[in-house]
């Protein structure tokens, strides 16, 4: 299956989904007017891969702002995870956050309470 | 753009309103006013005006959790503007829609900005958002972040895209009571504002 690279712009976050390495990557910004036109293609992709996904899969989430549409977008790509790793694949969620962002990691906690996918919290120094 | 006069429009003005007038008025005369808006709100107006206030802090030397907070809150304020707006009736020498809005962004005596937006809303509308701001305001830090993940997991999501979390979010970021006010126009039109302050420490 191919592989998803996006560009980022100004308003939507650089995307790589690799199927080859089971290596899932947002970064930069996620604040779509409107989040479910751009999220749309990277769930699907997500659902093809969860029938035949790598052993283990890694989700780096590196957003440096997302807005609340995105948000609930977001929440369509964990749970696409959460089914996968119910289905016994190995998930984990690397949610990056700025030194002193609270507001970020606040955010990746509450995903984290949410969804029942092993989460990593790691702070970047800027 | 940037040094556009804000005016509030003619019917908002003759009402006795509370914070938006005299606010303004203050702002605009103690030259505060980073940028101020009244138009009608498009994704390239957003995102010059996102690019500006961005600028703007970087400037200002603004420590990065301030500009995070200024700017995520900003992104809300806006969108709700883009999303909710509805089209105002045809006034006198005017024909067709009119989905002008007004924003307004300066800096305060806090050391924090403050943001400013009017809106008209269909008065049929207006009930069932103002319970959903009454009952944000009702809520404390901890009842708040449960609200925002019961509606964020619910199914479904408003047309529009953003789900019902802009308000929640505005209010978890801020740490503050929103500060809004509707004034009816008319059966069918009420004015919505919001005035929000962000500061560092929230």
């Not at chain 1, 899969?57 to 609930?72: A, G, M, P, R, W």
């Not at chain 2, 005299?22 to 498009?42: I, P, Q």
Request: glycine share 6%.
């Amino acid at each position: 299956m191919d592989s998803i690279l996006i560009e980022g712009t100004p308003k939507t976050p650089n995307v790589s989904f690799d199927h080859n390495k089971g290596a899932l990557l947002l970064k930069g910004r996620s604040i779509p007017e409107n989040s479910i036109e751009f999220y749309k293609p990277l769930v699907d992709w997500l659902e093809a891969y969860s029938a035949n996904p790598q052993s283990k899969t890694v989700c780096d989430i590196q957003l440096e702002y997302f807005n609340t549409s995105s948000s609930k977008c977001l929440l369509d790509l964990f749970k696409k995870m959460e089914n996968m790793s119910k289905g016994g694949r190995e998930i984990v969620i690397n949610w990056y956050y700025e030194e002193d962002d609270e507001d970020m990691l606040e955010a990746g906690e509450d995903y984290q309470s949410i969804i029942n996918v092993p989460f990593k919290m790691i702070e970047m120094q800027e | 753009m940037t040094n556009n006069t804000a005016t509030t429009g003619r019917k908002f003005e003759e009402r006795d309103s509370a914070m938006n007038i005299f606010d303004l008025y203050h702002r605009m005369e103690s030259n505060k006013v980073v940028l101020s808006f009244k138009g009608d709100v498009t994704s390239e107006l957003m995102a010059s005006i996102l690019n500006i206030i961005e600028q703007r802090m970087e400037d200002l030397n603004e420590a990065p959790k301030l500009r995070k907070k200024v700017y995520n809150v900003l992104v809300e304020c806006l969108q709700n503007l883009y999303h909710h707006i509805d089209d105002l009736p045809a006034e006198d020498g005017k024909n067709g829609r009119d989905r002008s809005a007004i924003f307004m962004i300066s800096l305060n005596s806090n050391n924090g900005y403050t943001i400013t937006t009017g809106n008209y809303i269909q008065t049929d509308r207006k009930a069932s958002f103002e319970d959903r701001l009454k009952r944000i305001n009702s809520l404390d830090k901890m009842e708040l972040k449960e609200l925002y993940k019961e509606v964020l997991s619910a199914d479904g999501r408003s047309a529009k895209g953003g789900g019902g979390l802009g308000m929640i979010d505005i209010a978890r970021k801020t740490g503050k009571k929103l500060n809004y006010d509707f004034a009816t126009l008319s059966d069918e039109y009420s004015f919505f504002s919001l005035n929000i302050n962000v500061e560092e420490n929230n």
